[in-house]
């Protein structure tokens, strides 16, 4: 009934699709000579920083069931343990002020938490909405000089009128993009105002890189292939002992290295260096044995 357009977490639409959508609007902004910024707002721990009492008001005003509400609250702040393995830890009984980010729920409720900040910062520029993907903030600016400063000034205060009123803290991790004098002026007036914001060349938006404009930056996937090579290497060890452990390939090692190629594009050396991490998880790494083959023989002609 409250959805907003700006929520892109919904159904049938992934976080990727999100940023093709973001990544497209800056493109044509830049295609059409527009003056752009893109603001990346990051909330400091932000599911260790929700007080129940405050997402309660704001749920209520928006009309969310009561009774799914006081049993959420009764899960999130019931005593728990952390399990590794057959190991467990003390039961923790304080939880202090946080909910749990793995819980269907939590989402719902960041939505509701967000949703007067989020329609605010939608009137700034009505052109140009800010979007949210949960807890992940990107508001993409264009238009001249003068509008698109006002605009993200205005975005700054509501974001810092928002986080004082919810007692969350906003990042100082929250970024500017790209660098120029336009960011750099917003960022000055900003910090005036108390919120501190780095101007910066590269950022990660949904945990794909976004550099602000037309250039694509591959920073980001280089990062999570050379992650992938480190995982690759303890899965292979895991194959040798016990073949079941191959399952970990698809489930580890493949979404770790492939995730955000499909937006940023992959060099064929980038290619070259996904297959051979593929192999080395198998129990043919290190080997002679033709990258393909191996591939396929551990994974099934699909692969």
């Known amino acids: ?23 497209l609007d800056i493109e044509l902004a830049a295609h059409k000579g527009d003056t752009q910024v893109h603001l990346l707002w990051d909330l400091r721990k932000f599911f260790d920083s929700v007080r129940l009492a405050i997402l309660r ?7 969310y069931p009561s009774v799914l509400l ?3 609250a009764v899960v999130h702040r019931a005593p728990r343990l952390l ?3 057959e190991c467990a830890s003390p039961v923790i009984s304080r939880m202090g002020r946080s909910i749990l980010a793995g819980c269907p729920q939590s989402v719902s409720w960041v939505r509701g938490l967000l949703h007067g900040l989020l329609k605010n910062l939608n009137n700034v520029l009505p052109r140009c909405p800010c979007k949210e993907h949960v807890d992940d903030l990107s508001h993409v600016l264009w238009g001249t000089f003068e509008e698109v400063y006002q605009a993200a000034v205005r975005s700054g205060k509501l974001m810092k009128e928002a986080a004082d009123e919810l007692e969350l803290s906003i990042s100082d991790k929250s970024k500017i993009l790209p660098i120029s004098d336009l960011a750099k002026c917003i960022a ?14 590269y950022g990660e938006d ?3 890189g976004v550099t602000g404009g037309a250039r694509r930056t591959v920073a980001g996937v280089k990062k999570r292939i050379f992650k992938a090579k480190r995982r690759a290497k303890r899965v292979g060890m895991m194959v040798r ?3 079941a452990a191959v399952k970990l390939i698809v489930t ?15 060099s064929p050396s980038m290619v070259a260096a996904m297959r051979s991490n593929y192999k080395s998880a198998t129990k043919f790494g290190a080997s002679r044995a033709c990258t393909t083959t191996s591939i396929q023989w551990s994974l099934g002609e699909a692969a």
Not at 57 to 63: E, S
Not at 252 to 266: I, K
């Open 206 to 208: 949904v945990g794909i």
């Open 241 to 243: 002992v016990k073949p």
């Open 57 to 63: 008001g704001r749920l209520a005003k928006l009309g």
């Open 252 to 266: 580890g090692v493949g979404p770790q290295q492939s995730y955000g190629h499909v937006v940023q594009g992959a």
């Open 70 to 72: 006081a049993f959420g």
């Open 1 to 23: 009934t409250h959805a907003g357009p700006w929520d892109s977490a919904v159904r049938n639409n992934s976080c990727v699709r999100a940023h093709v959508l973001r990544a």
């Open 83 to 85: 399990v590794a393995g």
């Open 188 to 201: 000055r007036s900003m910090n005036e105002e108390g919120l501190k914001v780095q101007v910066a060349a």
